[in-house]
């Protein structure tokens, strides 16, 4: 073993010589495999577990910043240490159980949200050979454990035998769920265009151009979706502290609250992971065959600028009603991922049959076609306002036959307006399937 | 078979990691003075009237009941990406027409006002 092997491929070089080690002392060839697997996958949980660590800090450094405060400055240099502080802090309060709570269901919805979220790390390759397990089913697998976390959302909600918990664990029911249909058909666009659903086949797929040049309207529709599974700010209804005070976790003290924020805070760099993975080329980058440890640093940066967008999403959008978020999920996310869907089918079966095979004329024409799909949303999103401004004026001028007395009068107009204008789109948006 | 070992492993560490800290703060480190006050469900300091588990409002049945069908969709559009690059054009003009109906669902859905927030 030289050093050159050493550097390219630090992993499998590493393994052979512990196996290597193992081997000699006279362990089994199966019990060589097992060790090697539980230290890979400590390796990778701790890495996991340790990182929120550090990302709560950059998060609250990054919103301090945008509301024009200084953030947590004080422990260790630039406030790096306050996490680790607030973790210990965590540790010394009292764990309390409330009076009626269903305890085995309280106590495993922590730990269910946090499995949910590490197990996702399993199949995430970091570069080309630095990869938990290849699993060809890997984009379904994100998605099978990822909805763990609503289930683990709910118990803890329901169990807590408290209202506000229970009306956090009602909007979970009805978000979460909701925004899983546009996420499930925006994901099967990077593997349509991959054909695979292994995440480092999708990641090698995109040597030449990212995807997110074949499939920006997919791209965009996962980004937004992901954003609503973690729950963060513009869709935290399910923790809206106006609202319902805490939501699910209102009853959790000491470390199993901490655990639901490990969880929510590395489920949203996990969005950034997995957008630079499907989307944005993972670890691919210039010079990355000739060194592939640079394809870590590739997909860390990546992923961090997803990371970015998502904590600038935070701290500059106001959080939506929950009508208006299930509207925009099932009136306008789910259409236009099942149009994405179809023109991308359509466009890159085309392409492959008239025998074109250079990968940035693919990407070129198909983000043509997705430019005429935003262009049609856009045409049919204005045109539906147009009809219901202009029912809006109708109404306001005294020509609604539904209008009532003169005192709520504007209301009422609103609300015909608003019927008006939900049947609208729905007639609207069919030539567009 | 080596592949799903390591996630069945990836699982249980997944579930020893938090459970750890989970147990460490509330048998060892964690006071425990409890009183029935203090146990008692958080409602802006007043009891609690009446039962919490109530029932769920029909609405949230609908949304799940649509998303279900999305769901069962997906399980037939993954495997089909993945053959993509073996099926015939007319084939992927059959999958339009599936995506099609699957639509015309949703469109029935919109306007019977199952997707309406009451």
Not at chain 1, 106 to 114: D, H, Q
Request: net charge negative; charged share 15%.
């Amino acid at each position: 073993m030289d050093i050159g092997q050493l550097f390219n491929d630090p992993v499998g070089q590493i393994r052979q010589l512990l196996a290597q080690l193992l081997t000699s002392i006279g362990l089994a060839p199966q019990a060589v495999d097992l060790i090697l697997m539980v230290i890979g996958v400590v390796i990778i949980a701790s890495f996991c577990l340790l990182l929120p660590l550090f990302l709560i800090w950059f998060e609250r450094r990054v919103v301090a910043r945008m509301q024009d405060r200084v953030g947590p400055n004080r422990v260790g240099p630039q406030g790096l240490l306050q996490t680790i502080a607030d973790a210990i802090k965590l540790l010394i309060k009292e764990d309390i159980t409330p009076t009626g709570a269903d305890k085995i269901v309280y106590n495993a919805a922590p730990i269910l949200s946090v499995i949910a979220v590490i197990s996702m790390w399993a199949v995430i390759p970091f570069a080309a050979t630095i990869v938990g397990t290849s699993l060809n089913v890997g984009a379904l697998y994100i998605v099978s454990v990822g909805s763990l976390g609503t289930l683990a959302i709910m118990m803890g909600g329901w169990s807590s035998n408290n209202k506000y918990a229970l009306l956090g664990a009602f909007r979970t029911a009805a978000q979460l769920v909701s925004y899983e249909a546009p996420l499930l058909l925006s994901l099967s666009v990077p593997v349509l265009l991959a054909r695979s659903m292994d995440l480092n086949t999708i990641v090698a797929a995109q040597k030449d151009v990212w995807f997110i040049v074949a499939a920006p309207v997919a791209a965009l529709i996962f980004f937004l979706t992901s954003v609503a599974e973690v729950g963060r700010t513009p869709f935290d209804l399910l923790e809206a502290e106006s609202e319902i005070v805490a939501g699910f976790h209102i009853e959790y003290t000491g470390m199993k609250f901490g655990m639901f924020f490990v969880a929510e805070f590395l489920h949203a760099f996990t969005v950034g992971a997995l957008t630079a993975i499907l989307f944005l080329g993972g670890w691919q980058g210039p010079f990355v065959e000739q060194v592939p440890l640079l394809g870590v640093l590739y997909f860390m940066a990546k992923a961090f600028a997803g990371y970015f967008l998502v904590i600038l999403m935070r701290a500059a959008l106001p959080r939506i009603r929950i009508d208006h978020m299930l509207d925009f999920n099932w009136k306008f996310l789910v259409p236009v991922a099942l149009a994405a869907i179809v023109v991308t089918m359509l466009g890159d079966k085309l392409i492959q049959t008239a025998g074109i095979d250079s990968a940035w004329i693919r990407a070129g024409l198909l983000f043509l076609v997705n430019a005429v799909l935003a262009w049609a949303t856009y045409w049919l999103l204005s045109a539906s306002a147009r009809r219901l401004r202009a029912a809006e004026e109708a109404a306001a001028a005294g020509h609604d036959p539904m209008g009532g007395g003169p005192d709520d009068h504007g209301d009422q107009a609103e609300h015909a307006a608003v019927a008006h204008g939900d049947h609208g789109p729905a007639a609207a948006s069919a030539p567009a399937h | 078979m080596n592949e799903w070992t390591f996630i069945g492993l990836f699982l249980l560490m997944g579930a020893i990691f938090p459970g750890a800290p989970i147990l460490l703060n509330s048998l060892i480190l964690g006071p425990k003075k409890n009183n029935p006050v203090k146990n008692s469900p958080y409602e802006c300091g007043i009891e609690t009237v009446g039962d919490t588990w109530v029932q769920f409002k029909v609405q949230y049945y609908i949304f799940a009941l649509v998303f279900v069908v999305f769901g069962v969709e997906t399980i037939f559009l993954f495997p089909f990406a993945v053959a993509f690059q073996q099926v015939a054009l007319f084939m992927v003009v059959e999958m339009t027409l599936f995506i099609v109906i699957l639509a015309g669902g949703l469109l029935y859905a919109w306007r019977k006002g199952a997707l309406e927030w009451v």
